[in-house]
């Protein structure tokens, strides 16, 4: 089949970016979505489409593409291929399996031949980064993650990417920056790694060019330990809960997520769940990053129940609004609470079915 065109995400930064190939052939079509993770897993995810309908190719972009938060870019072939081969032998050096029809794409990571490199890839999949404290806040997410990708290629000393404090790829949960030059900035970071969670402060030197930022050096002081508690009393914020009750679950939950492909669909033990990210990034702007403050609502059925959490009163008026006039033939309010703190995560992960006995 001949290519036809390929789309990106510029979301490398975040650690994860989705890409679309579609090749033809006379009456034939065939799209491959891959979902490519820099921090341990290469080929993270693979789906193929033969000669689907519009909407199946729309649905499909929107649940590879719809919650990471950046611009999607038409790229070349070339630049497509080198990314299949890339994170491919990446999964292959993790040993880990690759996912899918690995015969649909393993020729591309055995076979295809480029003089591509990483660093003419960069710019095409990392959004530009606007100010210090973006950079700095990416910059820390890097570091926890061990993403010695992105470090190196945002570093002048090569010698930075091999400096770690995690045992594993970690996930930074919530960082705050400080301003102490116009070249140094502090973080101080929270984070998750293989053995609990922890603190620690790390110094960047940084400097920009006509390319952008760049790392001059980077020193990381001695991790603390902090209970689990903790982590939730620092990340945790004030919740809407709205419960309607439901009728006909599974056609409600099927019209729902078909016009909301977008969203993260997790099958918990009592019942679905879904996350409704931003469109954007813009969290990592801000001196205080948060890990969940890309999440603009979440949403769980359970039995003949279905609760919406929202963070804000705009969000929490627009939301219910909109699912009261698009699914009124199947919800009807019942309860709304709110409340200092998340709730409705640890409602879901919890295994009850009861809501009001599990606040009990």
């Known amino acids: 089949m001949i290519f036809d065109y ?9 650690g994860s970016l989705g890409l679309i190939i579609k090749y033809k052939e006379k009456e034939d079509t065939l799209y491959k979505y891959f979902l490519l993770d820099g921090e341990g897993l290469g080929i993270a995810d693979y789906v193929s489409l033969k000669n689907p309908i519009q909407k199946e190719v729309a649905k ?8 990471l938060g950046e611009n999607r870019i038409y790229i070349k072939e070339e630049v497509a291929l080198f990314l299949v081969k890339h994170f491919g032998n990446k999964t292959i050096e993790y040993d880990k399996e690759l996912p899918g029809e690995v015969k649909e794409y393993i020729n591309i990571i055995e076979n295809f031949d480029t003089q591509l490199t990483l660093d003419d890839i960069y710019p095409i999949i990392c959004k530009k980064i606007e100010k210090e404290v973006e950079f700095i806040n990416y910059m820390t997410m890097r570091f926890i993650a ?3 990708e992105s ?3 945002f570093s002048y000393n090569e010698e930075i990417y091999k400096n770690h404090i995690t045992n594993i790829n970690g996930t930074l949960l919530k960082n705050q920056v400080t301003k102490r030059s116009e070249e140094v900035y502090i973080s101080e970071a929270l984070y998750e790694d293989s053995d609990g969670y922890y603190t620690c402060k790390i110094a960047f030197n940084i400097d920009k060019n006509k390319e952008g930022y760049k790392i001059n050096s980077l020193l990381a002081t001695d991790k603390e330990s902090v209970y689990d508690f903790d982590v939730f009393d620092e990340i945790s914020k004030s919740e809407y809960i709205d419960i309607y009750k439901v009728k006909k679950n599974d056609e409600l939950l099927n019209q729902f997520y078909d016009d909301n492909p977008f969203m993260l669909k997790s099958e918990m033990e009592e019942g679905i769940f879904f996350t409704r990210f931003n469109f954007n990034n813009n969290h990592v702007k801000e001196n205080i990053y948060v890990i969940n403050n890309d999440i603009k609502a979440i949403y769980y059925q359970v039995e003949d129940e279905f609760f919406v959490g929202t963070y804000c009163e705009r969000d929490r008026k627009y939301i219910n609004k909109i699912l009261l006039a698009k699914y009124k033939d199947y919800l009807t309010i019942k309860d709304s609470y709110f409340f200092e703190e998340n709730v409705l995560y640890d409602f879901v992960e919890s295994g009850s079915n009861d809501f009001e006995d599990f606040l009990d």
């Open 60 to 67: 499909e972009e929107e649940r590879l593409m719809g919650g």
């Open 6 to 14: 390929s789309k990106i995400t510029k979301s490398r930064l975040m």
């Open 151 to 153: 470090l190196k290629y």
């Open 146 to 148: 061990r993403d010695t």
